[in-house]
């Protein structure tokens, strides 16, 4: 087996650079605010963090497997407790949240 040679000082620095603004990306939607209840937008499209309590009877189109986390507006992993939603900008929704504008596009 050949021995390896071992990563230069500018190879380290060019591949450490690389994985910064990934990092910094995370930190970002870590800090990011959890969208409230009774924000004006969330309340406008009948957003609940918890989709199990949703007014069945003033959102008829729901469905019990909906949730924020399989909406294709969800910016995050379908395993993540928050996300990002395209409709409520640097705020964040649970993942097991719902509002009316689920879609699955």
């Not at 910064?20 to 609940?48: F, I, K, N, Q």
């Amino acid at each position: 087996m050949k021995p390896t040679k071992p990563m230069s000082r500018r190879s380290f620095l060019i591949a450490g650079a690389g994985a910064l603004p990934a990092l910094w990306l995370t930190r970002v939607r870590a800090d990011a605010a959890h969208l409230s209840e009774s924000d004006p937008a969330a309340v406008a499209v009948g957003y609940t963090e918890n989709a199990a309590k949703v007014d069945k009877k003033k959102f008829p189109n729901y469905a019990a497997d909906q949730t924020c986390a399989n909406c294709s507006l969800f910016q995050g992993k379908s395993t993540d407790a928050w996300g990002g939603c395209t409709l409520f900008g640097d705020k964040l929704v649970a993942g097991r949240g719902w509002c009316s504008s689920w879609t699955n596009m």
